[in-house]
């Protein structure tokens, strides 16, 4: 076994790591190290052929293979070191990792190491998706993959899962290649995606289907339809060649689940604190991992963010032997972010939590500790809609009791 | 296109279908001297009921005692443990659990206990709730009692019948898949036609499974038995689950079912199934998320820490089941034909001593051939989790699929290897590629490319 050392071990290229990477040398951190398993880095973007990317974080429009380039190439001018072909494969306490590489194994000794493994979609089976189990069933992800990075056609008339933001891409996609969606499939009685409700000029000849139950993939060797339930209970059938199941964002977590730290269940992510640590204060988290799901340019800045506090870490540790929970307890929220508040100050914590809801739900959402209400604001939202609510009011070094968000008198 | 094959030469024995069962076959009868020929009507091997199962290497402690089924189980599963480290195949050796969730269960415990020993499974042995608990903390603690059977082990379901058909090969028999049996006459020899033309046979073994009564009626005019397809549905759930149990849970079975069982694969994951549900086609290997639900609320009963897990896959298997109780093998010796079917939920367990089995038939019918002295054994899939893996050593091109670590190196193996897969299910079986839990988020487009012009379906075709 080879033993390797650096100073910041990143895991994962995508946005995040290479926007962490990059700030960091900004800041004048030396030894900065991305461990990218892919056979190029950039992340998801890369096989996002479309726009809208940069605009806020490099102030152009960028599609999104263009924008990871560019994240790429910034990296690289800053003096980060990129392996790509390399593949964590274990999280060891005190920021150590076991890696693979075509090459052979190592073993990587860091001061920190940050995790920025970033998203992916539900599969058919975490959905609970019958019917018979043929090729051409794919993720936006893989159907993305496969034609700008691949140049490959998995279908010609497939149908769309989902009508969430990136459900709309994957229209997008399938036009790019000459793909003609048959229509969108989507559970509740409205589009998911707000935005969408302006007029969407590729969404054209593509019919919605709303309040669509049971799904079930027909088809043998490949997809000949795919059925559903309507509102009444009727079935229908449309026929097709392939599926695209699209959104239902998950955090890409299997390292953290086979490791020490701990996982949130709201989340899917690390469990954190404030200054974005996981339960090994050696270990730091950022980007879409921390919870589905974010745009490219917020990850982008929670990452520039994030190296700011491990640079404060590096030159000052931050404390964090004291602490208390803060949780989601209402069924009607789905997770609260951080998971756990540092009773010490330091520069550069996170000003704001992050919230979203588990069903639509308006009324009171309150932050209580032990019976004592901190904080509190009316609420008006659904699932996919991120809420930001202040963590100062949270901030008491006499709070004992874990702080609990939950809505009164919803 | 490759020339048809020679119809003029006369195999020895002919075997229908390569599920688990024909590649035991094919291998007993090339390593004893036979001239062996395997007809697969589908693209793969294992394509029909030997493509889903819950991949346990089975003592047959709860088969009926004096049953076909019985003598078959404990011949094969004494075999799998004399061959497999010559052929490279993994075993985890766990044991199982069955547990009594009621009293009524409980009522049977001493009876199941009985019938094991009868069956020569001697160790298996009466357990406490106690000792149950500290065996298994995790389970609910509404269990009531069980016993243990030590003796059951997991295995890699695929890799097996791959080992057993790629060391047919290695010693000589011909594998054509994509070739349907379509009729056929005896007259002293076998004469099939099959979807790839003639072929001649000096002896007929049938091992069509799903499918075992429609060859017999299509050669023979008439089947003794009639194929009830039983699907059973399954959820596995995410590795690092595989925690929560070191045994096999099984439950009390009833008379038409083993019953909803937890059972870790040697792939690393913990699932939940089969359901047993009788049904017409013999094909349609349908889930239904109701069903898969229920499978999932069912395992959290019995193991509630699974409710923290997501699920990697759900899948449905059919068993070739039939009206009889037992196993339908059966000889026509005038004929030289032998049908071995019904082979159903154990098949996996028995299918080297169903070989055997029929191998005595065989030769009690004047069949003998010279078994070979030193038959080759091929090169396995490795893809056991708990043993070493083509990813820890150097030179492996880099990883394709991350959830299952597989490398490029391993698929390029399987795709120029003695039996190239021809479908993405056949190199999914083979090297595990897009079983992970992202079920191919990562992994379909470079495969896609590493695949193409050797799947068909294609995973996608070139954009011209």
Redesign the interface.
């Given at each position: 076994m080879n033993s390797l050392s650096c100073n910041i071990a990143i895991v994962g290229g995508g946005t995040a790591g290479l926007a962490l990477a990059t700030e960091l040398k900004r800041l004048g951190v030396e030894g900065v190290t991305v461990l990218e398993?892919?056979?190029e880095a950039g992340g998801v973007p890369r096989?996002c052929g479309h726009y809208p990317f940069g605009l806020r974080e490099f102030k152009r429009l960028f599609k999104g293979p263009d924008y990871a380039r560019k994240l790429v190439k910034n990296a690289r001018v800053a003096g980060v070191d990129i392996r790509t072909?390399t593949?964590v494969?274990r999280l060891h306490p005190n920021a150590r990792l076991s890696l693979?590489t075509?090459?052979?194994?190592y073993e990587l000794q860091a001061q920190r190491v940050v995790l920025c493994t970033g998203v992916?979609?539900s599969?058919?089976?975490?959905r609970?998706?019958?019917?018979?189990?043929p090729?051409?069933v794919?993720?936006t992800?893989?159907l993305?993959?496969?034609?700008f990075?691949?140049?490959?056609?998995?279908f010609r008339r497939p149908v769309i899962l989902g009508t969430e933001l990136v459900s709309f891409s994957a229209i997008m996609t399938c036009r790019h290649?000459g793909m003609r969606p048959q229509a969108m499939l989507e559970a509740n009685s409205r589009v998911t995606v707000r935005q969408i409700m302006r007029p969407f000029p590729a969404l054209k000849g593509v019919p919605i289907r709303f309040n669509a139950q049971?799904i079930?993939i027909i088809g043998?060797?490949?997809v000949k339809a795919v059925e559903y339930g309507d509102a009444t209970g009727q079935r229908h059938r449309i026929e097709a060649d392939g599926v695209i199941i699209s959104g239902q964002f998950?955090p890409?977590s299997?390292l953290l689940?086979?490791s020490h730290l701990a996982v949130d269940?709201g989340t899917?992510g690390p469990s954190i604190d404030q200054y974005g640590r996981a339960s090994d204060p050696s270990y730091f988290c950022t980007g879409n991992l921390l919870r589905p799901v974010e745009t490219s340019s917020w990850c982008w800045h929670e990452a520039v963010e994030t190296a700011g506090r491990i640079v404060q870490d590096l030159a000052a540790p931050i404390g964090g032997a004291e602490s208390i929970a803060l949780c989601a307890a209402d069924p009607a929220i789905k997770f609260a972010l951080p998971q756990r508040l540092v009773k010490s100050e330091a520069p550069g914590a996170m000003k704001q939590m992050q919230l979203r809801l588990a069903q639509p739900a308006s009324g009171y959402l309150s932050a209580i500790s032990g019976g004592q209400t901190l904080w509190g604001d009316f609420i008006e939202s659904r699932p996919e809609r991120r809420i930001l609510a202040p963590l100062s009011p949270l901030l008491k070094p006499t709070l004992t009791a874990p702080v609990e968000m939950r809505f009164l008198g919803r | 296109m490759p020339a048809l094959p020679d119809s003029s030469e006369i195999f020895d024995v002919v075997i229908i279908g390569a599920g688990v069962v024909g590649c035991a076959m094919a291998r007993r009868f090339a390593l004893d001297g036979a001239r062996v020929l395997v007809l697969e009507k589908a693209a793969e091997v294992l394509d029909g009921a030997s493509k889903a199962n819950s991949a346990i290497l089975h003592t047959g402690f709860d088969a009926p005692p004096g049953s076909v089924e019985q003598k078959c189980i404990a011949d094969g599963y004494r075999e799998y443990l004399e061959i497999r480290e010559s052929l490279g195949l993994p075993l985890l050796k766990t044991g199982a659990m069955v547990l009594a969730w009621d009293e009524a269960q409980l009522a049977q415990l001493l009876v199941l206990v009985a019938k094991a020993h009868k069956n020569g499974v001697a160790d298996v042995a009466m357990l406490t709730r106690a000792e149950i608990l500290v065996q298994e903390p995790h389970l609910s603690e509404s269990v009531k009692g069980g016993f243990v059977v030590p003796g059951e082990y997991l295995i890699d379901p695929w890799a097996s019948a791959h080992a057993y058909i790629l060391q047919a090969m290695a010693n000589g028999a011909e594998l054509r898949r994509n070739c349907e049996v379509l009729s056929g006459r005896f007259d002293g020899v076998w004469r099939l036609n099959t979807s790839q033309g003639a072929v001649r046979a000096k002896q007929v073994i049938n091992c069509a499974g799903l499918y075992g009564d429609v060859i017999d009626q299509r050669l023979l005019g008439s089947s003794d038995f009639k194929i009830k397809p039983r699907k059973g549905q399954f959820v596995?759930f995410?590795?690092?689950a595989s925690k929560l149990a070191r045994a096999v849970i099984l439950p009390v079975p009833t008379k038409t079912t083993k019953g909803v069982v937890i059972f870790r694969t040697i792939f690393g994951n913990i699932a939940v199934g089969p359901t047993a549900e009788e049904q017409e086609s013999r094909?349609?290997?349908?889930?239904?998320?109701?069903?898969?639900?229920e499978l999932r609320r069912k395992g959290i009963e019995m193991l509630p820490g699974l409710a923290?897990y997501?699920?990697?896959?759900?899948?449905a298997g059919l068993r070739p089941a039939t009206e009889h109780h037992d196993y339908q093998i059966s000889q026509r010796a005038a004929q030289n034909y032998i049908t071995v079917g019904g082979i159903r939920s154990t098949g996996l367990s028995a299918a080297l001593g169903v070989a055997r089995h029929v191998a005595g038939l065989n030769a009690r019918a004047g069949f003998s051939g010279k078994p070979l002295k030193k038959p080759v054994c091929p090169a396995p899939d490795r893809l056991s989790n708990y043993h070493p893996r083509d990813?820890?050593s150097?030179?492996?091109?880099?990883?394709i699929c991350?959830?299952e670590?597989v490398t490029k190196r391993e698929i390029l193996a399987a795709l120029n290897g003695p039996m190239p897969p021809t479908?993405?299910q056949g190199l999914k079986r083979r090297t595990r590629v897009c079983m992970g839990?992202?079920?191919?988020?990562?992994c379909?487009?470079?495969l896609?490319?590493l695949t193409?012009g050797r799947l068909d379906?294609a995973?996608?075709?070139?954009?011209e």
């Amino acid at each position: 076994m080879n033993s390797l050392s650096c100073n910041i071990a990143i895991v994962g290229g995508g946005t995040a790591g290479l926007a962490l990477a990059t700030e960091l040398k900004r800041l004048g951190v030396e030894g900065v190290t991305v461990l990218e398993r892919a056979p190029e880095a950039g992340g998801v973007p890369r096989h996002c052929g479309h726009y809208p990317f940069g605009l806020r974080e490099f102030k152009r429009l960028f599609k999104g293979p263009d924008y990871a380039r560019k994240l790429v190439k910034n990296a690289r001018v800053a003096g980060v070191d990129i392996r790509t072909d390399t593949t964590v494969t274990r999280l060891h306490p005190n920021a150590r990792l076991s890696l693979n590489t075509p090459e052979g194994d190592y073993e990587l000794q860091a001061q920190r190491v940050v995790l920025c493994t970033g998203v992916r979609e539900s599969s058919r089976a975490q959905r609970f998706i019958g019917g018979q189990r043929p090729m051409g069933v794919l993720a936006t992800g893989a159907l993305q993959s496969m034609v700008f990075l691949n140049q490959k056609r998995p279908f010609r008339r497939p149908v769309i899962l989902g009508t969430e933001l990136v459900s709309f891409s994957a229209i997008m996609t399938c036009r790019h290649m000459g793909m003609r969606p048959q229509a969108m499939l989507e559970a509740n009685s409205r589009v998911t995606v707000r935005q969408i409700m302006r007029p969407f000029p590729a969404l054209k000849g593509v019919p919605i289907r709303f309040n669509a139950q049971n799904i079930r993939i027909i088809g043998d060797k490949t997809v000949k339809a795919v059925e559903y339930g309507d509102a009444t209970g009727q079935r229908h059938r449309i026929e097709a060649d392939g599926v695209i199941i699209s959104g239902q964002f998950r955090p890409e977590s299997a390292l953290l689940h086979a490791s020490h730290l701990a996982v949130d269940a709201g989340t899917g992510g690390p469990s954190i604190d404030q200054y974005g640590r996981a339960s090994d204060p050696s270990y730091f988290c950022t980007g879409n991992l921390l919870r589905p799901v974010e745009t490219s340019s917020w990850c982008w800045h929670e990452a520039v963010e994030t190296a700011g506090r491990i640079v404060q870490d590096l030159a000052a540790p931050i404390g964090g032997a004291e602490s208390i929970a803060l949780c989601a307890a209402d069924p009607a929220i789905k997770f609260a972010l951080p998971q756990r508040l540092v009773k010490s100050e330091a520069p550069g914590a996170m000003k704001q939590m992050q919230l979203r809801l588990a069903q639509p739900a308006s009324g009171y959402l309150s932050a209580i500790s032990g019976g004592q209400t901190l904080w509190g604001d009316f609420i008006e939202s659904r699932p996919e809609r991120r809420i930001l609510a202040p963590l100062s009011p949270l901030l008491k070094p006499t709070l004992t009791a874990p702080v609990e968000m939950r809505f009164l008198g919803r | 296109m490759p020339a048809l094959p020679d119809s003029s030469e006369i195999f020895d024995v002919v075997i229908i279908g390569a599920g688990v069962v024909g590649c035991a076959m094919a291998r007993r009868f090339a390593l004893d001297g036979a001239r062996v020929l395997v007809l697969e009507k589908a693209a793969e091997v294992l394509d029909g009921a030997s493509k889903a199962n819950s991949a346990i290497l089975h003592t047959g402690f709860d088969a009926p005692p004096g049953s076909v089924e019985q003598k078959c189980i404990a011949d094969g599963y004494r075999e799998y443990l004399e061959i497999r480290e010559s052929l490279g195949l993994p075993l985890l050796k766990t044991g199982a659990m069955v547990l009594a969730w009621d009293e009524a269960q409980l009522a049977q415990l001493l009876v199941l206990v009985a019938k094991a020993h009868k069956n020569g499974v001697a160790d298996v042995a009466m357990l406490t709730r106690a000792e149950i608990l500290v065996q298994e903390p995790h389970l609910s603690e509404s269990v009531k009692g069980g016993f243990v059977v030590p003796g059951e082990y997991l295995i890699d379901p695929w890799a097996s019948a791959h080992a057993y058909i790629l060391q047919a090969m290695a010693n000589g028999a011909e594998l054509r898949r994509n070739c349907e049996v379509l009729s056929g006459r005896f007259d002293g020899v076998w004469r099939l036609n099959t979807s790839q033309g003639a072929v001649r046979a000096k002896q007929v073994i049938n091992c069509a499974g799903l499918y075992g009564d429609v060859i017999d009626q299509r050669l023979l005019g008439s089947s003794d038995f009639k194929i009830k397809p039983r699907k059973g549905q399954f959820v596995v759930f995410d590795k690092p689950a595989s925690k929560l149990a070191r045994a096999v849970i099984l439950p009390v079975p009833t008379k038409t079912t083993k019953g909803v069982v937890i059972f870790r694969t040697i792939f690393g994951n913990i699932a939940v199934g089969p359901t047993a549900e009788e049904q017409e086609s013999r094909t349609d290997a349908s889930t239904e998320a109701e069903t898969l639900k229920e499978l999932r609320r069912k395992g959290i009963e019995m193991l509630p820490g699974l409710a923290d897990y997501e699920v990697t896959t759900t899948y449905a298997g059919l068993r070739p089941a039939t009206e009889h109780h037992d196993y339908q093998i059966s000889q026509r010796a005038a004929q030289n034909y032998i049908t071995v079917g019904g082979i159903r939920s154990t098949g996996l367990s028995a299918a080297l001593g169903v070989a055997r089995h029929v191998a005595g038939l065989n030769a009690r019918a004047g069949f003998s051939g010279k078994p070979l002295k030193k038959p080759v054994c091929p090169a396995p899939d490795r893809l056991s989790n708990y043993h070493p893996r083509d990813w820890e050593s150097a030179g492996h091109g880099g990883i394709i699929c991350h959830c299952e670590l597989v490398t490029k190196r391993e698929i390029l193996a399987a795709l120029n290897g003695p039996m190239p897969p021809t479908t993405l299910q056949g190199l999914k079986r083979r090297t595990r590629v897009c079983m992970g839990r992202c079920q191919g988020f990562y992994c379909t487009g470079p495969l896609a490319t590493l695949t193409q012009g050797r799947l068909d379906p294609a995973i996608g075709e070139p954009d011209e």
